[in-house]
């Protein structure tokens, strides 16, 4: 409900919970603070309190404003793309319900974009590096030329049950908010040489594990043995805590670990990679 001087209102029987939302209106600018009383209904998630937002673009002062920026796709925990730090933890808009996170009247909820990459506006960042990093460990399957070759490698059961987990990852961003080792890096020239991540060391390890995927295996383990590799992890494990789909983040890093020393050894004395 709106009142005659466009000032949202509410029936007295409505829950409100008050959203603290840090903005920017441009990635140069100086960010800053607005808050919003929204009308929570039961199930109501973050997104759809933004939503109400864009519809209502008023502060609690009263101030008109611009609808709040973010990323979103699915609305199902699928794309990854609605990542964002809620009350000071990373984590998925779409699934973070606003029962459990504000359950009383007059609640606070904070919202802040992810810090390790550059902001482009409110709460929308860009996340180019998480993907140029999957990029570097050749997170994909080369089937170019392979389509005449008749049936693949057979795989057992248990071995595509792991695969499966791993393959939920969802490129969310949220191991990497969550890491240590993972800091901001806005310019280009740097991300080769800096922390590649838990996500794409996991994807290392998918990719690896695929019958066809692994003919790619010593390219990936060479990248992750140089600059910026396994190596670079400092074992804060905070990865596995934060990931939405609960990937072993930390057992990706154990087994890559272990194959890139192998891969070490084998380049040593046979001088092939």
């Known amino acids: 409900m709106v009142s005659d001087a466009g000032t949202p209102t509410r029936p007295e029987s409505e829950r409100l919970v ?39 673009p008023v502060t609690v002062e009263g101030r008109q404003t611009t609808p709040v920026v973010y990323d ?18 990373v984590r998925q808009a779409c699934s973070a319900l606003v ?14 974009p992810m810090s390790r990459f550059p902001t482009v506006r409110d709460l929308m960042v860009d996340r180019a590096r998480l993907f140029h990093n999957l990029e ?3 997170a994909w399957v080369p089937i170019d030329g392979t389509y005449h070759l008749g049936a693949g490698p057979k795989s057992t059961p248990e071995h595509q049950q792991t695969r499966y987990t791993l393959s939920e990852c969802m490129s969310c961003g949220c191991c990497l908010e969550a890491c240590p080792q993972f800091t901001l890096e806005p310019d280009r020239s740097e991300w080769d040489r800096s922390f590649i991540g838990a996500h794409a060391i996991s994807q290392a390890r998918l990719f690896n ?12 383990l060479e990248t992750l043995a140089g600059p910026g590799g396994v190596s670079d992890c400092g074992n804060a494990q ?3 805590r ?15 670990g272990r194959a890139v020393t192998i891969h070490r050894i084998r380049t040593f004395f046979t001088g092939a990679k």
């Open 72 to 89: 979103s796709g699915c609305l199902e925990e699928v794309c990854g793309a609605c990542t964002m730090v809620v009350n000071g933890h």
């Open 238 to 240: 905070n990865c596995v």
């Open 99 to 112: 029962d459990r996170i504000a359950p009383r009247h007059g609640d606070i909820i904070t919202l802040e």
């Open 209 to 220: 594990e695929h019958e066809t995927g692994r003919v790619l295996a010593g390219v990936r």
């Open 18 to 56: 008050r959203f603290r939302i840090q903005r920017q209106a441009t990635p140069q600018a100086a960010p800053r603070w607005e808050e919003f009383d929204v009308p929570v209904q039961s199930g109501a998630n973050i997104i759809s309190c933004l939503q109400w937002i864009a519809a209502h």
């Open 136 to 138: 570097r460990v050749r």
């Open 242 to 256: 934060v990931c939405p789909k609960a990937i072993p983040l930390t057992e990706s890093i154990a087994a890559i």
